[in-house]
């Protein structure tokens, strides 16, 4: 059974930054694609970057302030989040980049505020 396991979450500043990490298992990891997606109170989920063996995408609100990377040997897909607005805030979860996707775990929340 997969599981995806997400942590980083906090409160942050507008201005700060965040790191979030995703621990995957259960499935091979290294020949995956994998993204993180985000959920705001009162919206859906949307995505917010993804990662492929060689290549990235961002949504265009989040471009050039997050960063995501993967770690194969570590089963981690990482997001570094820079420069955070309060509209970034949402409960942020890791999960396949496809149109077919596992169980969603608990996220982490991110609240950006002052």
């Known amino acids: 059974q997969v599981q995806l396991v997400e942590s980083g979450g906090g409160l942050v500043q507008p201005g700060g930054s965040l790191r979030l990490s995703c621990v995957v298992s259960?499935?091979?990891?290294?020949?995956?694609?994998w993204a993180w997606y985000r959920q705001a109170p009162g919206k859906q989920r949307e995505w917010v970057a993804g990662i492929t063996g060689g290549s990235t995408n961002y949504a265009d609100s989040v471009k050039g302030r997050f960063t995501i990377s993967r770690d194969n040997s570590k089963n981690t897909v990482d997001l570094q989040m820079n420069s955070l607005k309060p509209e970034d805030t949402a409960v942020y979860y890791c999960n396949r980049w496809s149109t077919t996707q596992y169980v969603w775990g608990k996220g982490a929340l991110v609240t950006v505020s002052s």
């Open positions: 259960g499935t091979i990891f290294s020949i995956k694609a």
